[in-house]
């Protein structure tokens, strides 16, 4: 029985003894698969993650490289670019490139701000560096230095620099040279300033700025009042000095003498009237130059205008036996002042029967050209040599200063003349008239209700067929 109870426990014990190692390495095996699998599962998942991580920092990556590509193209525009909106890098990075982008844009405004205020500039501006080479300059600055290519320009700087001027203020002080500038056939005369530039970003010497100013104009008007003031002195001082010896002789006895106190008392007066004559001239010219004389703007009938004018000279006209004609056509009418034409009228005339020898002729004759009257004061007299004419408009300027004080004159006459003229919008000028003698000529503008609508201005001057000679 206990044999039998046991059976199947032997029995068992006997199967168990012959199926264990089967089993545990079944067990094993299915152990080492499981290991197996996870490791390869878990391994695909790192390989995939790893995939996914990698195409998303290539992605990142490639959205950079775009920016930076689309940065070297010069292209700043952000919003045509595909970034991807989590991608912080690339998003940093546009906003990076935009703030620079503005910066630049800002730098360029200011930069042509400051080129269009350098190049507007009437003084010339030229920046040398430490070396002294030019590295700014302005349009002005190249045109009052009469500059065309750079060689010439640096030469032109040579010179400047052995004025001392670039030295002393590449020394640090500030200098100034003025200097003669030939262009062409124009003579200017220019003032340079050297300042020391500031040194930039830790250099030493930062270079020297040069303003240039254009002191032409200057120095001529301070030539013209230097002289003018001159040549007042001077007329002033001839009649005064005449009338103060014909005093001094009168009153140390010659007025007791009847005929020598005649001719010492038809000096004074003579030189009075000069006198007089001279500072109506100098006021009537200063008050046109200082803009005291107000011009009106009316129509005005040449014939007749110059008819007045030419009835009044003619006694003195008639005492030189020259015979004055008026060829004005009766419809001429112009636009101008009417005193101020008389004037004009008065002054050439004279002018003519003035410096025509006896048994001369004057001729005043006029033509419509375009939208303006021209006006000839023509003479038969000695005329006047080309080196004059130029000149001839030119206060106290005179061909011959004994011959116009003998014949009155003040020598102020045609300055009045051109002033006039001037202030009437017209011209004058004066040229050789055939075979021999002067010919003035004065352009004025013609009556509005006389041109022709819309007709252009006045250029066909020179298209005027000359007067015929007498
Ligand atoms: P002035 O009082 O001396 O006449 P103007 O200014 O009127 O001064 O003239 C300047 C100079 O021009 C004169 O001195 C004279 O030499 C010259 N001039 C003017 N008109 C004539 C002319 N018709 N013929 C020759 N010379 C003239």
Redesign the pocket.
């Given at each position: 029985m206990r044999l039998l109870d046991s059976g199947p426990c032997a029995w068992g014990a006997l199967g168990s003894v012959g199926s264990a190692a089967p089993v545990t390495l079944l067990h094993e095996a299915t152990g080492n698969l499981v290991v197996v699998v996870v490791v390869v599962v878990v391994g695909l998942l790192v390989a995939i993650a790893a995939a996914i991580a990698s195409r998303a920092v290539l992605s990142r990556l490639r959205g950079v490289l775009q920016l930076v590509r689309a940065i070297r193209r010069g292209s700043l525009l952000r919003d045509d670019l595909d970034v991807d909106d989590d991608a912080e890098l690339p998003r940093s990075f546009a906003a990076l490139t935009r703030e620079l982008e503005h910066n630049v844009q800002s730098l360029a405004v200011e930069r042509d701000r400051f080129d269009a205020l350098l190049q507007a500039m009437g003084e010339g501006v030229v920046a040398l560096d430490d070396a002294g080479h030019v590295v700014l300059a302005n349009a002005a600055a190249r045109t009052l230095l009469a500059l065309a290519p750079d060689d010439v320009f640096e030469r032109r700087l040579a010179v400047l620099s052995l004025l001392g001027i670039i030295d002393d203020a590449a020394g640090g002080t500030t200098a100034a040279a003025e200097v003669e500038v030939v262009n062409g056939d124009k003579l200017r005369r220019v003032l340079v300033r050297a300042t020391p530039k500031p040194a930039v970003s830790g250099r030493a010497r930062g270079g020297v700025v040069l303003v240039v100013h254009d002191v032409t104009e200057i120095r001529r008007l301070e030539t013209l009042r230097r002289d003018f003031v001159a040549n007042v002195s001077h007329e002033l001082r001839t009649p005064c000095s005449v009338i103060l010896a014909n005093a001094e002789t009168l009153l140390s006895g010659a007025l007791d003498d009847g005929p020598r106190a005649q001719k010492f008392v038809e000096a004074l007066h003579r030189n009075a009237e000069h006198l007089a004559r001279l500072i109506a001239?100098l006021l009537e010219l200063s008050k046109i130059e200082a803009g005291k004389v107000t011009f009106v703007r009316v129509p005005l009938n040449l014939r007749d205008a110059a008819a007045h004018v030419v009835e009044a000279i003619e006694p003195r006209a008639r005492a030189k036996d020259i015979s004055i004609v008026v060829d004005v056509d009766a419809a001429l009418q112009i636009e101008g002042d009417p005193k101020a034409l008389d004037q004009v009228l008065i002054?050439?005339i004279?002018?003519?029967v003035?410096?025509?020898c006896a048994g001369g002729h004057v001729r005043v004759s006029a033509q419509r050209v375009d939208n303006a009257v021209r006006l000839w004061?023509e003479?038969d007299?000695?005329?006047?040599e080309p080196k004059?004419k130029e000149r001839?408009?030119e206060?106290?300027?005179?061909?011959?200063?004994g011959?116009?004080?003998d014949?009155?004159?003040?020598?102020?006459?045609?300055?009045?003349?051109k002033h006039l003229v001037e202030a009437m919008d017209g011209e004058v000028g004066?040229e050789d008239a055939l075979p021999h003698?002067?010919r003035?000529w004065v352009q004025l503008r013609l009556f509005a209700a006389a041109r022709r609508p819309g007709s252009a201005a006045v250029d066909a001057v020179t298209a005027i067929s000359p007067m015929s000679p007498r």
């Open positions: 001239d002054n050439l004279d002018n003519a003035k410096y025509t004061i003479d007299g000695p005329g006047v004059h001839l408009f206060r106290f300027y005179r061909v011959d200063s011959r116009s004080r014949v009155g004159g003040t020598g102020l006459g045609l300055a009045i003349v004066v003698g002067t003035f």
